[in-house]
T-cell receptor, first 118, second 113 residues
Framework: ETGVTQTPRHLVMGMTNKKSLKCEQH?????MYWYKQSAKKPLELMFV???????ENNSVPSRFSPECPNSSHLFLHLHTLQPEDSALYLC?????????????????FGPGTRLTVL | AQTVTQSQPEMSVQEAETVTLSCTYD???????LFWYKQPPSRQMILVIR??????QNATENRFSVNFQKAAKSFSLKISDSQLGDTAMYFC??????????FGTGTRLQVFP
């Protein structure tokens, strides 16, 4: 596979469930990102990882727990979510961190996971 | 606060015509990067065009071009010779001097035959 892949593509879960979203990038990039996309709202950056280290946590509730075991994989662990957490969750990667400048900060996005919390 | 505003929630254009999507942003930074992303109905977001704020020349990528007005903090996207495949959500975004890519709310573009 090429580019940025995300699994599952669709997920329905109850508020008491625990699930994980997976993102994998095949581009040799060093930075990875989680975004939340809700209808009629700007994409919200959730987490940033540079070289496996978390460099940004955009005031995300603790029921979302990211994990970056290596520079190619990024997970988002979910537990005790609320219905308002239903959204499209997008993963992205870039060769260099966003602030580094140049063409290396272009972000490549995955297809997203459509999450529905009942 | 650093924000991006896209004032047109929806736009439509006839095939082969030209359409311009507007975007304004707010930042106190002097150096930053601006982007237009396209998200087709299949949901994969792809980069359409980028502009470095320190470059005065407007970026162009085939049928896509921008009108970058730094003083006005305006960054509009012009799509020439519109094609059916241009139907998508278009997001304006910028990176100030942080790791955050800040997005607007998007403009839904429908190209009609």
């Amino acid at each position: 596979e090429t580019g940025v892949t995300q699994t599952p593509r669709h997920l329905v879960m109850g508020m008491t469930n625990k699930k994980s979203l997976k993102c994998e990038q095949h581009l040799g990039h060093n930075a990875m990102y989680w975004y939340k996309q809700s209808a009629k709202k700007p994409l919200e950056l959730m987490f940033v990882y540079n070289f496996k280290e978390q460099t940004e946590n955009n005031s995300v509730p603790s029921r979302f727990s990211p994990e970056c075991p290596n520079s190619s994989h990024l997970f988002l662990h979910l537990h005790t979510l609320q219905p308002e957490d239903s959204a499209l969750y997008l993963c992205a990667s870039s060769q260099a961190p966003a602030a580094s400048g140049g063409t290396n900060n272009e972000q490549f996005f995955g297809p997203g996971t459509r999450l529905t919390v009942l | 606060a650093q924000t991006v505003t896209q004032s047109q929630p929806e736009m439509s254009v006839q095939e082969a015509e030209t359409v311009t999507l507007s975007c304004t942003y707010d930042t106190s930074e002097n150096n930053y990067y601006l982007f237009w992303y396209k998200q087709p109905p299949s949901r994969q977001m792809i980069l359409v065009i980028r502009q470095e704020a320190y470059k005065q020349q407007n970026a162009t990528e085939n049928r896509f071009s921008v009108n970058f007005q730094k003083a006005a903090k305006s960054f509009s996207l012009k799509i020439s010779d519109s094609q059916l495949g241009d139907t998508a959500m278009y997001f304006c975004a910028f990176i100030p001097n942080t790791d955050k890519l800040i997005f607007g709310t998007g403009t839904r573009l429908q190209v009609f035959p």
